[in-house]
């Protein structure tokens, strides 16, 4: 059997969703050979996994990666984006920039090799002297357990796979989950379908005046009162609901409505903490996702939470080594898309200072 070598290259940027393209977009100034590895089939990352109704909370000219704002569409004048207008826009903001990616390519795993690393994919092998890390969390989806779970004869789903109402129509569904995925999810399957609202602790609703961009500019100031060590002023902050159209009307309809968690999981439904049972035929769990760094586990530094230890982005126990995208974690709002821009360009700074201050040599594959 023949052996193919590893392609070479100074950089390799895994997963072509916004944080990849984003940071894609910073090192083609550095004259450093890179490549984005994408598993996804089409451009767009994990919006195309979104369900059909999903809208952005702050307006086009908000919600923009750097170089290039989100176009508004004429035919959506004063409302949040689609999901499918991003997808859109992505696809357009990685061929506008002309941005080296593959896809399909799936990593199977990243090891030392030499003084760079080895990236083992489904379609051959890289060799690189530093790697960006900008998977996100879209397909580790969490689900917490609870009594009884496994002999739930119901449907349960994530927001994750969750893409639109009409397979519930006329059912009795348990949407659990505080966020803006669960009111979402509560506003678009509520229209057809009977809803019960399960939330650890009561909903916080944003003022209708409050949209992301608000939102965002509170939290950034916040954020930097903290750099400074002083105690911020309260405020709103990412995690509260953003009270879009499709939530306003679920307001409208009197559904916005939450309930604290059941004790259990029955054979057909719920046993709530009084004792009362209670029938259920879909369960959709929008109860978040963990980090998608399962092939880094060969490195022998991701934790049980598949977490890194990081300065900003930069892992702080292997050298090379960068996470982008990932949240407060790797970076103050990193994990949307006008925030990502931030922890972006500082990667590509430190990525280029490093390849400029190590010469690593490539080791080859037999």
């Not at 089409?42 to 170089?67: C, H, I, K, T, V």
């Not at 991003?86 to 941005?99: A, C, H």
């Not at 604290?260 to 996702?289: K, L, S, Y």
């Amino acid at each position: 059997m023949i052996s193919l070598s590893p392609k070479e290259v100074d950089i390799v940027v895994i997963g072509g969703g916004q944080s990849g393209l984003a940071v894609g977009y910073f090192l083609r100034r550095t004259g450093r050979s890179f490549v984005i590895l994408d598993a996804g089939s089409a451009p767009g990352g994990s919006w195309n996994q979104g369900w059909d109704s999903l809208r952005l909370f702050s307006p086009a000219e908000a919600s923009s990666l750097p170089g290039w704002p989100m176009p508004r569409p004429a035919t959506d004048i004063g409302e949040f984006p689609s999901r499918q207008q991003v997808v859109d826009y992505l696809t357009q903001y990685e061929s506008r920039y002309k941005l080296p990616i593959e896809r399909p390519v799936r990593v199977r795993q990243v090891t030392v090799s030499g003084n760079g690393y080895a990236i083992e994919t489904d379609r051959g092998s890289w060799q690189a002297n530093a790697v960006v890390n900008t998977t996100g969390t879209a397909s580790h989806p969490v689900v917490p357990p609870y009594p009884g779970q496994t002999d739930y004869t119901g449907v349960q789903l994530h927001s994750g796979s969750y893409r639109s109402p009409e397979d519930l129509a006329g059912q009795r569904v348990l949407i659990v989950g505080g966020g803006n995925s669960g009111a979402q999810i509560l506003a678009d399957v509520s229209r057809v379908a009977q809803t019960v609202w399960v939330t650890l602790n009561e909903p916080t609703f944003l003022p209708d005046d409050v949209d992301g961009r608000v939102l965002f500019s509170r939290a950034t100031e916040r954020y930097q009162t903290l750099q400074t060590g002083e105690t911020p002023k309260p405020t709103g902050n990412l995690g509260d609901i953003v009270m879009v159209p499709t939530v306003r009307d679920a307001r409208s309809r009197d559904v916005l409505h939450a309930v604290r968690p059941f004790e259990r999981i029955t054979r057909t439904g719920v046993q709530w903490a009084d004792g009362r049972t209670e029938d259920v035929d879909t369960i959709i769990w929008c109860t978040g996702f963990r980090p998608a760094t399962d092939y880094l586990r060969p490195l022998g530094i991701v934790d049980t939470q598949g977490r890194i230890a990081t300065d900003g982005t930069k892992a702080t126990q292997l050298p090379g080594l960068w996470l982008v995208g990932y949240g407060a974690w790797t970076g103050f709002a990193s994990a949307t898309l006008i925030g990502v821009g931030r922890s972006a360009r500082t990667t590509a700074d430190e990525v280029s200072t490093y390849l400029h201050q190590h010469t690593p040599a490539f080791t080859t594959h037999d």
